[in-house]
């Protein structure tokens, strides 16, 4: 099973659910891993604390020009929705630009482009005790994280549950995490800026047509509109987490909820449950 944390703004406390999730899982013996598709700013390492034990590069396709054999027709121009490549007297590739479709050497009449790999960042696998752990680092400067998304997401083992934990708001990098996933596990908070981009986020998780619930994080501090949207919208509220100080102090100190707070163990078990009931709910027989 594949289970994907998203939420539709940072700070909502997507990350925490999804390490102690993985945590509590492998507690359990359950084959379980981790997967970090917040490539430009991974953050679960800091409390899992794996240890990495293989390292790859990824990269983008990108095309390359032959100018002995580019004749200048504009072809290659003319079918790149991303303007990546301008034809002066010949042609010229903005290789940032590019999404590595291929389109260009398709349109190309001559044969004057050719792909080549350009390196935007790295995927890294090892072990967090028996959760799985793999993430990705974009390397700085890089403008499109699909790619390597993509190339985390290429890690997941079958016969395992896998949690990725997405990246957050509502744009292409988020849609690459959560788009192929068994289950979508929304977090938010009660605030106006939660309920704002929760409405966000599962627009795009219906648009989607995957199956998800919510989980209201430091539930008792705000006001009710999340609840209030959620009747009113038929949306599940699976969990409810308690606005705890100390679950923020074990943050800030890098370490996990589950290990410092042990009476919460309940919680993210009821929690499984919860995903458990849901996906069977939704899966037929």
């Known amino acids: 099973m594949n289970i994907a944390i998203a939420s539709g703004k940072g ?3 997507k990350t925490t659910v999804a390490v102690n999730l993985a945590w509590m899982l492998a507690s359990m013996n359950q084959s379980v891993q981790y997967l970090d598709c917040d490539v430009e700013e991974p953050n679960g390492h800091i409390f899992l604390k794996p240890e990495i034990t293989s390292t790859e590069s990824a990269g983008i396709l990108v095309p390359v020009v032959d100018e002995i054999k580019c004749t200048g027709c504009r072809k290659c121009a003319e079918v790149c929705e991303y303007h990546a490549i301008a034809v002066l007297k010949k042609a010229l590739v903005f290789p940032e630009l590019c999404h590595g479709c291929g389109g ?5 009449p001559t044969g004057a482009i050719h792909e080549q790999e350009r390196p935007i960042g790295v995927v890294e696998s090892g072990k967090a005790g028996t959760v799985n752990f793999v ?5 700085v400067g890089e403008p499109m994280s699909p790619p390597l998304i993509r190339a985390v997401k290429k890690k997941i083992l079958r016969n395992s549950i896998s949690i990725m934990d997405a990246p957050p708001g509502t744009s292409c990098p988020v849609v690459t995490t959560v788009r192929d996933a068994d289950y979508v596990l929304l977090v938010t908070e009660p605030t106006p800026f939660g309920l704002n981009d929760l409405k966000l986020a599962i627009e795009m998780i219906r648009d ?3 199956p998800y619930g919510v989980v209201i994080n430091r539930a008792n501090s705000g006001d ?5 949207f959620c009747i009113k919208e038929r949306v599940k509220i699976l969990q409810e987490l308690p606005d705890d100080r100390r679950v923020a102090e074990a943050y800030s100190r890098g370490m996990l909820t589950l290990q410092i707070l042990p009476d919460w163990r309940d919680i993210f078990f009821n929690l499984w449950n919860c995903i458990g009931e849901e996906n069977s709910r939704l899966t037929p027989d």
Not at 104 to 108: D, N
Not at 224 to 228: D, I, N, R, W
């Open 208 to 210: 989607l047509r995957r």
């Open 11 to 13: 700070g909502t406390g």
């Open 104 to 108: 260009c050497t398709i349109a190309c």
């Open 224 to 228: 009710q509109q999340v609840h209030e």
């Open 135 to 139: 993430q990705g680092r974009l390397n």
